[in-house]
T-cell receptor, first 115, second 115 residues
Framework: KAGVTQTPRYLIKTRGQQVTLSCSPI?????VSWYQQTPGQGLQFLFE???????NKGNFPGRFSGRQFSNSRSEMNVSTLELGDSALYLC??????????????FGAGSRLTVL | AQTVTQSQPEMSVQEAETVTLSCTYD???????LFWYKQPPSRQMILVIR??????QNATENRFSVNFQKAAKSFSLKISDSQLGDTAMYFC????????????FGKGTSLLVTP
C-alpha cells in the first residue's frame, strides 16, 4: 500500500514568487491536512480538507491556500513568497470517516527554500 | 486555543534503559485525543501511540506506553528497553474531538539513544 506522496521534495524560490505543492494521500483516505515545520515555530497546522471541503484552518495569512480534488489529492499554494516561508511542508492523510479514524499518516514533506 | 508543552528539549538514554518524555497540555475540552509522533533524523513522521481522553486505561504499543493523567493534563511517554533506532524527535500532539483532524503539536523532545 503506497504511503502519502508529496511532490516536489525540494524546491527553491525567490521572494515574491508563488509555489504549489502537491499531496497524494493513501488510497481510501479522504482527509488531507497540511503542516508547516520550521526550527523557530515548530509544527503548525495550516488547513485540513475532507471530501473537497476545507474543514479546518490554522492561523496563517491568506497567502496560504489549498484545495482538494475529487480523488482526494490535495494542493497547497503560497503566493508572494517571503523569506519566512522557508520551511518543511508536511502533508498528512487519514480515513476521516469513522469515529477514531483520526490517525494521521504523514508524507516525507516538501522542503521549500525562499531566497 | 489548546497549548501543548514539552519541557525537555533534549534527552539522552543508554541502550536497553527506560526513558520518560513529558508532555502537558491546556484545554477546556472534555473529550479529545492525544498522540505521540516520532520524527527520526531526515525521515518522515510516524505515529508512536494514541490515547482517547475518555478512556482511563493508558495506551500501550510494545515498548511504548503512556501515563495519561487527565486531571493534571499530563501525557508522558515511556520508552522501555531503548534501542538505537529510537533516536528521533518526539512530538506530543492534541486533537479536539469532533472538530476535524487538526493536530496541535508541542515543540518536541530530541531523544538520543547511546550505545
Amino acid at each position: 500500500k503506497a504511503g502519502v506522496t508529496q511532490t516536489p521534495r525540494y524546491l527553491i524560490k525567490t521572494r515574491g514568487q508563488q509555489v504549489t505543492l502537491s499531496c497524494s494521500p493513501i488510497s481510501g483516505h479522504r482527509s488531507v491536512s497540511w503542516y508547516q515545520q520550521t526550527p523557530g515555530q515548530g509544527l503548525q497546522f495550516l488547513f485540513e480538507y475532507f471530501s473537497e471541503t476545507q474543514r479546518n484552518k490554522g492561523n496563517f495569512p491568506g497567502r496560504f491556500s489549498g484545495r482538494q480534488f475529487s480523488n482526494s489529492r490535495s494542493e497547497m499554494n503560497v503566493s508572494t513568497l517571503e523569506l519566512g516561508d522557508s520551511a518543511l511542508y508536511l502533508c498528512a492523510s487519514s480515513l476521516g470517516l469513522l469515529p477514531g479514524a483520526n490517525v494521521l499518516t504523514f508524507g516525507a514533506g516538501s522542503r521549500l527554500t525562499v531566497l | 486555543a489548546q497549548t501543548v508543552t514539552q519541557s525537555q528539549p533534549e534527552m539522552s538514554v543508554q541502550e536497553a534503559e527506560t526513558v520518560t518524555l513529558s508532555c502537558t497540555y491546556d484545554t477546556s475540552e472534555s473529550n479529545y485525543y492525544l498522540f505521540w509522533y516520532k520524527q527520526p533524523p531526515s525521515r518522515q513522521m510516524i505515529l508512536v501511540i494514541r490515547q482517547e481522553a475518555y478512556k482511563q486505561q493508558n495506551a500501550t504499543e510494545n515498548r511504548f506506553s503512556v501515563n495519561f493523567q487527565k486531571a493534571a493534563k499530563s501525557f508522558s511517554l515511556k520508552i522501555s528497553d531503548s534501542q538505537l533506532g529510537d533516536t528521533a524527535m518526539y512530538f506530543c500532539a492534541f486533537m479536539k474531538h469532533n472538530n476535524g483532524y487538526a493536530l496541535n503539536f508541542g515543540k518536541g523532545t530530541s531523544l538520543l539513544v547511546t550505545p
